[in-house]
């Protein structure tokens, strides 16, 4: 541990356990196993204090995971540690656990309870939801954005231009100092959103191009550092504080935009969600259209009611601040499993109705 590096410094010299002279970390793994269950549980018997509880989880968890935890839980960390560990199943099998636990996981979480790790855990999108904060309290103008806006919006983008031009003269491109890129791509994208040259939605595929990005680097064996990598490492790393620095401003300009636009672990989780076994609903007899989902949700995920599977992060916003208790956290695995053992003359089950008075 670096003392020059405090507060940022881990509490323990250590991992707390070491199996075949091979540090295992195991308090992030109790802690992910009790994040689910309070969500599971004192979350669920207290709907009410459901986001208040949300914010208390998310405080531990950043106190966690930069005070203790050892194992990289950046933004391309997880990526990056889970397929070093495949690489070392079968020859290295305690060392192999140690890169595989934490990904495999938040894999498992997600899909059993959904991608609560994004919603919940992830210290980077707590990080963000602070900016989301202070973003919420800034006067905004209505009618779109005005002159002085948008030649502020393009000396940013000017100053991205350069930014890039600077770094890749200075350094190997996308290799030292990567997360600069990164960073810096994501202002660009929140000025071109902001400026309505590109539309949000479809820019959310670059997530895809991210974790592409990162899974080469790995396979070429090629050293990546990210966001928040910084608190993570003994070493200083000043380009992954400052990316983070970024990362903070840009959730000023819009929210979650590192969720949105470049993350490439939230895209593998969105992917998964698809598949998972608990999913909000909106139930057609309650849902009256009235759009305070649209506005509760910090992604943007819902339109209309209707809910994008691989953008929602599972934070239960859209189901606590529904005035008409519209939508619904549904087991489908459950409804899955119901219907196959349902007689073949059976009807579908249909949305269930308000009690009448």
């Known amino acids: 541990m670096q003392p020059e590096r405090e507060p940022l410094g881990k509490i323990f010299d250590v991992p707390f356990l070491s199996l075949d002279s091979t540090s295992v970390e195991m308090a992030s793994l109790l802690f992910l196993f009790l994040v689910v269950l309070v969500i599971g549980t004192v979350a ?42 495949l690489t070392l199943v079968g020859s290295a099998y305690t060392e192999s656990f140690y ?39 800034l006067p905004r103008r209505l009618g779109g954005l005005s002159r002085l806006e948008i030649v502020a919006l393009a000396l940013v983008c000017a100053g991205f231009i350069a ?112 598949f998972s076994r608990l999913r909000i609903l909106p139930d057609p007899a309650k849902c009256t259209r009235c759009g305070v989902c649209n506005t509760s949700c910090a992604v943007e995920a819902i339109d209309h009611g209707v809910i994008r599977t691989e953008h929602c992060q599972f934070c239960y916003a859209c189901v606590d601040r529904c005035p008409n208790a519209g939508l619904n956290v549904v087991d489908v695995w459950a409804e899955r499993v119901g219907r196959g053992k349902a007689p073949a003359h059976a009807e579908m089950p249909q949305p269930r109705e308000s009690p009448s008075a």
């Not at 968890?61 to 950046?74: K, P």
């Open 44 to 85: 669920g018997a207290w709907p009410r204090q459901r986001q208040r509880i949300r914010r208390v989880v998310q405080a531990v968890s950043f106190v966690v995971f930069y005070y203790i935890v050892y194992s990289c839980l950046g933004v391309f960390g997880m990526i990056r540690n889970g397929l070093y560990g």
């Open 99 to 137: 890169w595989l636990a934490l990904p495999v996981l938040a894999i498992a979480v997600t899909l059993l309870h959904g991608p609560v790790f994004c919603g919940w855990i992830c210290p980077t999108g707590s990080l963000q939801d602070v900016s989301g904060w202070l973003r919420k309290r």
């Open 163 to 274: 930014l890039l031009i600077w770094v890749g003269v200075k350094k190997k491109l996308f290799i030292e100092d990567s997360s600069l890129h990164w960073a810096a791509m994501l202002l660009l994208l929140c000025c071109l959103v902001l400026a309505g040259v590109i539309d949000d939605v479809p820019s959310r595929k670059l997530r895809a191009f991210s974790l592409l990005a990162i899974v080469l680097t790995v396979v070429s064996h090629s050293v990546v550092t990210s966001p928040m990598h910084f608190a993570f490492t003994a070493r200083d790393d000043p380009a992954s504080a400052l990316s983070t620095l970024v990362i903070l401003v840009a959730g000023t300009l819009v929210l979650r935009a590192w969720c949105r636009y470049l993350c490439p672990w939230g895209h593998v989780l969105g992917f998964l969600h698809r």
